[in-house]
Each structure stands twice: as C-alpha cells, then as structure tokens.
C-alpha cells in the first residue's frame, strides 16, 4: 500500500509516547510505502525543526532518506485541485507515485472526495489504524 502523510500526521506520530506513535513505527517497520517530494521533504523538515527542534528534523529527514520503503517522486504536473496551495504538494505527490491515499486530518482535502478524476482517496490516521489492523 502507498500511501502520502500530511504533513501534522506525521509530526504528531513522532513522539515515543504519542497515541499515534504507531503511524511511525509502522513507516520505519515498512508496513506501508510512502510518497514524497522534495517539496514535502522541505515542508516536513520546516514543520518538525519549528515544532520540535532542527535536530529531530534532520533525523526525520535522514530516515526518510534512507527508507527502502519510500517512494520519491517528481510531479510534472500541478493538478490544482484543492484551494489551499500549499496542501497541493501532497495531492501532486498522490497522483504520481498512485497512492492509494493520502493520511490527513486536514478538512482541506474533503474536497477531492467530489473529484471524479484523477481519484485520491483520503484516510485519517484512525481509518488508517483500523485498516492496518486488518490487514
């Protein structure tokens, strides 16, 4: 499976005590693919230093790297498709690598629901869970 993680889905799934560490740990155990770009590498690494500190960032980003299950790809197009510019980066991302969703809390993304074409499909992290789980 591929899947695309917001950017506040993973930030809130690197805490060892977190709830959601498990979203994490299941990245590292490569129970699932991720997509990403460089653009999303530049936004995780913005996020999660201003969050957490740069040093947590730059491990973050140094795993990603070095992932056998991570996809990197380069969108040649920009699809345009939610009104928040800067969550486009993810649906772009989607598209390219054909994941299956994109992990999201973010309301934003509700609308690619109405798109018949191309189709994206979100999750929040708690679908993820449980569709995780039975797998």
């Known amino acids: 499976m591929i899947l ?3 950017t506040n889905c993973l930030l809130v799934s690197i805490p060892r ?17 991720i997509g ?29 790297l070095n992932l056998n299950n991570t996809i990197w790809v380069t969108p040649f197009y920009k699809w345009g498709l939610i009104k928040d510019q800067d969550d486009n980066k ?3 991302c989607a598209i390219s690598c054909q994941a299956e969703y994109i992990v999201t809390h973010d309301r ?5 629901e109405e798109i018949p074409f191309p189709k994206i ?10 569709l995780l789980a039975t797998r």
């Open 4 to 6: 695309v993680i917001d």
């Open 36 to 64: 990403i770009t460089n653009e999303i590498i530049e936004e995780y690494d913005e996020v999660i230093g201003n969050f957490y500190s740069p040093t947590l960032a730059a491990n973050t980003i140094e795993l990603l």
């Open 108 to 112: 934003h993304f509700n609308i690619l």
């Open 90 to 92: 993810f649906v772009d």
């Open 17 to 33: 005590l977190s709830k959601t560490r498990w979203l994490f740990d299941a990245l590292k155990a490569g129970t699932f693919q």
């Open 121 to 130: 499909r979100i999750l929040t992290m708690n679908k993820l869970h449980s």
